[in-house]
């Protein structure tokens, strides 16, 4: 088995500020997610990467970065927070050439913005 | 672009009692579908999942089967408990390739 961490658990910034949120994973998983979570609206795709170095942009990637250093780690950068946002960020990973493979995901990280 | 939809929003049931979440999906080719649950603060968990016509999956009494016709994959089990409350998400995924498109989620509430 493995397991996704991801740093902070809570993360309370300030209008106009850079944040950045940090996700691990030990699956040795080759593709890696990361999904906003807001109430209501499900799960929306921000970024993926393929493999190490690769990034993909999804559905939600205005106002966001992110960044691939290496095979196990995957991180989100919030460029410019928006006051009153909330929403939960999950990361996931996933076996990259099986048809079908299921994505495994992380606890999330709660944003709030003042 | 391809979509997921998910009839209910909220479902309260007593334990004991069926259930079904109804979710329907657009999509170009032919899709994976997928059940994810997810318990409060946790992240998602994969259920199971269908890849082709008429394909039952299931599991831990969950059950969901893939309807190209009607393009439907709905989820149902036939005897809910308390510890099934959760939010339950439908999705799908491209032939070939890992990036999913879900549902908005049907949150489910099971009192004892």
């Known amino acids: 088995g493995g397991i996704i961490t991801q740093t902070p658990k809570f993360l309370i910034g300030q209008e106009g500020q850079k944040l950045t949120l940090k996700c691990q994973q030990n699956f040795n998983h080759d593709t890696m997610y990361w999904y906003r979570q807001d109430s209501g609206k499900g799960l929306r795709l921000i970024y993926y990467?393929?493999?190490?170095?690769?990034?993909q942009k999804g559905d939600l990637s205005e106002g966001y970065d992110a960044s691939r250093e290496k095979k196990s780690s995957f991180s989100l950068t919030v460029t410019s927070a928006q006051k009153n946002e909330m929403a939960v960020f999950l990361c996931?990973?996933?076996?990259?050439?099986?048809?079908?493979?299921?994505?495994?995901f992380g606890p999330g990280t709660r944003l709030t913005v003042l | 672009g391809d979509s997921v939809t998910q009839t209910e929003g909220q479902v309260a049931l007593s334990e004991e009692d069926f259930l079904t979440i109804h979710c329907n999906y657009s999509a170009s080719g032919y899709p994976a579908l997928f059940w994810y649950v997810q318990y409060p603060g946790e992240g998602p968990q994969f259920l199971f999942r269908?890849?082709?016509?008429?394909e039952k999956g299931s599991s831990r009494g969950f059950e969901a089967t893939y309807d190209k016709g009607t393009t439907s994959f709905h989820l149902r089990k036939a005897s809910v408990q308390e510890s099934d409350s959760a939010v339950y998400y439908c999705?799908?995924?491209?032939?070939?390739?890992?990036?999913?498109?879900f549902g908005a989620g049907t949150r489910l509430a099971v009192c004892p």
């Open positions: 999705a799908l995924g491209p032939l070939g390739f890992n990036k999913l498109t």
């Open positions: 990467s393929i493999t190490e170095n690769d990034l």
């Open positions: 269908a890849s082709r016509d008429k």
């Open positions: 996931a990973s996933s076996d990259w050439g099986s048809n079908y493979a299921e994505q495994f």
